[in-house]
């Protein structure tokens, strides 16, 4: 059972609320959720920029001034010293690096608004898909944009490294979904899809390695291929970082598409790329 801070005589009132913070050398926001249940007191906290929400902490103490709550899914935690009007929590995140991180009380959390994220009309048809994946008990959750037009080709969109939702969400960014409506304005259908595991797909992502994520887009060009209003041999696949992996993957295995597109597509081992992007924060 989870160890979760026990309300006594401590004024938790002075805790209790929702509080947003912005991490430090990453420009991420984290909203936490802190509430009084039944005489304990419960931490939640959300990532909105990389649509994780609801993620509840382990162990949780207030000692009427310092909060403390460790999340062990995640190895990831935080300690904060609230002021003395109870507005502000001046702390650090800790997760493989530590993060300056202060929340201050809100009364509900910010929304990052993106001026490129598409808005209707839209000139295409936009349906909500599921398909079977690269492997038992994977359902994958998308949307696929067609053009009004006739014979016209079809690409699907492959993110990414880390749990991914189809538009490839990211502070408030939504890249797949301005790549997908630029594309289907133009004659160019889409598929686009949540990872396995993560938002409406299925599965357990915590296991699957890149070559799982080349069966679910080849699992996702058979979809293509099953579909009347789908041009059997125009099928392309549109891979973004990982994803670009993903792509070269399917070539090699000769699978049945007509193009291959790498963005930003790795040149270097994973394992460089994590030490370079670590680097790459600490001397931030």
């Not at 990389?50 to 207030?62: C, E, H, L």
């Amino acid at each position: 059972m989870p160890e979760i801070g026990t309300v006594e005589s401590i004024d938790v009132d002075r805790i209790i609320g929702i509080w947003e913070g912005t991490l430090s050398q990453a420009n991420l926001r984290i909203v936490v959720r802190v509430a009084d249940e039944d005489g304990r007191l419960i931490a939640r906290f959300d990532s909105p920029d990389q649509s994780a929400y609801g993620i509840a902490a382990d162990t949780v103490s207030f000692d009427g001034e310092r909060l403390v709550f460790n999340v062990d899914s995640i190895n990831a935690g935080y300690a904060g010293t609230l002021n003395s009007d109870g507005s502000l929590i001046q702390g650090r995140w800790s997760q493989s690096v530590e993060f300056e991180l202060d929340l201050a009380r809100v009364d509900k959390p910010s929304v990052r608004a993106r001026v490129q994220n598409p808005k209707p009309p839209f000139p295409y048809r936009i349906e909500d898909v599921r398909f079977p994946g690269g492997a038992r008990g994977v359902t994958l959750a998308g949307t696929l944009t067609l053009p009004e037009s006739e014979d016209f080709p079809v690409v699907i969109l492959v993110t990414g490294s880390g749990a991914q939702d189809r538009d490839e969400t990211i502070m408030g960014h939504k890249p797949f979904w301005v790549l997908a409506d630029y594309l289907a304005r133009n004659g160019v259908g889409v598929l686009r899809y949540d990872d396995r595991g993560f938002a409406q797909s299925t599965g357990d992502i915590s296991t699957a390695i890149t070559p799982d994520f080349a069966d679910d887009a080849h699992a996702a060009i058979s979809y293509l291929q099953s579909r009347n209003d789908v041009v059997a041999n125009r099928i392309g696949v549109v891979g973004h970082s990982e994803g670009g992996n993903v792509v070269s993957i399917l070539a090699g295995r000769d699978a049945p598409f007509a193009c291959g597109v790498l963005m930003a597509g790795p040149a270097v081992s994973g394992e460089q790329i994590h030490q370079r992007q670590v680097r790459m924060i600490i001397e931030r």
